[in-house]
Structure formats: C-alpha cells, structure tokens
C-alpha cells in the first residue's frame, strides 16, 4: 500500500516571498513521484516528477522538488513565487499501478 | 499533441436522465482512467482501462458503466445519478498502467445532479 502526507491544506505567502509546499509518502516498494497543480476549474497539470536519477528536479517555471529517500519526503519549493501561483498543489506517488493523491495544499499568494 | 478531451465541460442532469461523458487522447496511451473530484478534494480514482479492458473498479456504484470503445477513446455512461454524485470528473492517460509513466489529465467534465 501506498500513501501521501501534504499536513498544509493552505499556505498563505506575500509575492516575491519563498514558499515551500511538504510532501511525505510511504510505500512498500520503490515509487515515482510527482507534483501536480490545479487552477480553479481547471483540470490537473504535471508541474515535476521524479523517477529516478537526481534528487532535485526542476520545472520551467521555477518551481523545484528534492526527493529524500530517508526522510521519504518530496517537498516542493520555489524562492520567489507570483500572483499567477496562486493554486492548489497535489503531491502524488505511484507504485506498480495506480497513482495515489496526497489532499492538497492551496498555495494563496498575495501582493 | 499531449492532450487528453473531454466532452462535455458541464452537464446538468435529472436524477432519472441518461447521459454520457466522453473522453480522448491521440497519444498512443495504452491505459486510461476516470477519476472523480469533489470540492476542496483530491482526486479518487473510479476505473482504469489497460489495452481497452477494464483494469481497476474501484468499488464504483452500477449506476457509472465505463466503457473504451477503441484505445483512444474512453466513455462514462451515468444513469439514475443522485445529487451527491455531482463533482468534476477527470480523465486521465498514460504510457501504460505500471512503470514510470505520469498521468496526463483532461479539463474535467463537472456534473450537476438535480
């Protein structure tokens, strides 16, 4: 069996302002992991995964994830986030077959 | 092209309708899904097709009947839905049902029940 923590279901932060989005999982075998994002009514869009390889993924719009296998932790950071990122962020993990969702966390970025 | 459509974007129905939900990718996926998104909730994954055949149930009500006519098609029959069965429904495809392959979402289909 195959779990997601995001313990933050909103984090506030102010524009220009470093923000960082936690992400634990537990699993029995080796897994995949990704970070998705959900504008409003909208459906969800891969922002980064980590499949193996370097710790640290990058997306093209400044977000990054360090996969830490002893801590089992995928946390998800930005260090200058904008109005537009303004969204809820879903931290996922897939083992053999399906992908199961962590609840989420809004990201409320304010000027 | 890397996009998963789906038909319709909103749809309101009766509690004694019939109506179906449509679903399509041209990325060559070989597994396809639906998942249902209540307010303020994760997604929950309701069915997966493997190579046009039902994979996963995930204990879905009769009243939502699947089918994958074709591997690039993907639809979600409902009949006689209630009220608490409105939410967004997501459709979802990818490389294959294991390995590493990340799931490539549709807009979403949100369903009123009345």
């Known amino acids: 069996a195959q779990s997601v923590t995001q313990l933050d279901s909103q984090v506030p932060v102010f524009e220009e302002a470093p923000v960082e989005l936690r992400c634990n999982y537990s699993s029995s075998v080796s897994v995949y992991l990704f970070w998705y994002v959900q504008y409003p009514n909208q459906g969800l869009q891969l922002l980064l995964k980590y499949l193996s390889g370097s710790t640290l993924v990058e997306s093209i719009n400044g977000f990054e994830a360090e996969f830490n296998k002893s801590q089992t932790s995928f946390h998800l950071r930005k260090p200058s986030v904008h109005i537009s990122d303004t969204a809820e962020y879903f931290c996922?993990?897939?083992?053999?077959?399906?992908?199961?969702f962590g609840k989420g966390t809004m990201l409320l970025v304010s000027p | 092209d890397t996009e998963v459509t789906q038909t319709p974007k909103h749809l309101v129905m009766g509690m004694t309708n019939k109506k179906s939900l449509k679903c399509e990718q041209h990325m060559g996926h070989r597994a396809m899904y639906w998942y249902k998104q209540k307010a303020k909730k994760p997604p929950e994954l309701m069915f997966v097709y493997s190579y046009e055949k039902l994979s996963i149930n995930e204990s879905v009500p009769s009243r939502f009947s699947p089918e994958c006519p074709n591997s690039s098609l993907l639809n979600l029959h409902l009949h006689a839905l209630q009220p608490e069965d409105s939410a967004l429904y997501l459709c979802?495809?990818?490389?294959?049902?294991?390995?590493?392959?990340?799931?490539?979402f549709g807009e979403g289909s949100r369903l009123t029940v009345l």
């Open positions: 996922a993990v897939k083992g053999y077959s399906t992908l199961t």
């Open positions: 979802a495809s990818s490389q294959d049902e294991g390995g590493p392959g990340e799931l490539f």
